[in-house]
């Protein structure tokens, strides 16, 4: 039988664990503000952010003045707002396989393109220079994962930020069911079932359904990828999409998330118990 990554932890096999993460801190400056009000007040156990982001540099400095919020980096080498776009760290000139003729990261609808054409030396400058970048600002953070899933898209990029998760003793988020079983089968602690992306389920009806996940939550460690931002202009004027993250800001305020969570003994907790696996 397969141990359980809470097992790892030093939890019993049957306890229910939950990273609730919330992706995409940095993208604007009504997610950066939600973020941190669902760290404070809401369900949330972690962020991530998106250092080339408009806002990533406000982002960093929330992070510095909220020393106690577990965070990763958001590895981001896609841009997909039409009207609201961002470009890598690095000088254009260093990745040329990652931009556009105007120097901006590839729409998420040329993923694909990105994945089988991005020069494996680029990406690597890029994800080194984001998390440079964060450490540089004296930041520390837990794991990395990415924007778009772009670290986990082509075998060499895995490998490649694998090696950059050891090399900086981060842990590091996966997607794929095998993948996981690999990675635990290498003594990796990661979690036990596949990530929950909030995009990927319906706005309609979102509050009853995330009652009912969290009342079905399995045994063993699971992860949720949540996007809150509240409705503002802001929002409303860089995307279309907006209701799914209101919707995300929304449930996880709220007082009846917070009683399902209790009356089901589930237990919030960060990458930050799954780091020192990856230091070893």
Partial sequence: MTALTVEMLGYPRDARLLIVNIDDFGFCHTANESAIHTMRHGLASSVTIMVPCPWGLHGMRLLAENPGIPFGVHLTAISEHEMFRWGPVCAREEVPSLVDGRGFFL?????????????????????????????????????????????????????????????????????????????????????????????????????????????????????????????????KGITPEWPVRDADYRFFNSDRARRVLEEEGIRLIAFTELQKFWKR
């Avoid at 400058?125 to 964060?134: A, G, P």
């Avoid at 069911?177 to 319906?202: E, I, N, Q, T």
């Fill in 107 to 235: 729409p998420e609808e040329k993923r694909d393109a990105l994945i089988a054409g991005a020069d494996i030396k680029d990406l690597e400058r890029e994800f080194r220079r984001q998390i440079d970048t964060v450490l540089e600002a004296g930041l520390s953070p837990n794991h990395l994962d990415s924007h778009c899933h772009v670290h986990d898209g082509r075998r060499d990029i895995l490998d490649m930020t694998a090696g950059l998760a050891r090399e900086y003793g981060l842990a590091l988020r996966f997607h794929d069911p095998l993948l996981l079983r690999a990675m635990k089968d290498a003594g990796r602690a990661v979690a036990d079932h596949p990530c929950v992306d909030s995009f990927r389920l319906p706005t309609e009806g979102k509050d009853d359904l995330y009652e009912k996940m969290l009342r079905g939550l399995p045994p063993g460690l699971s992860e949720w990828a949540i996007h809150p931002a509240r409705e503002t202009g802001e929002l």
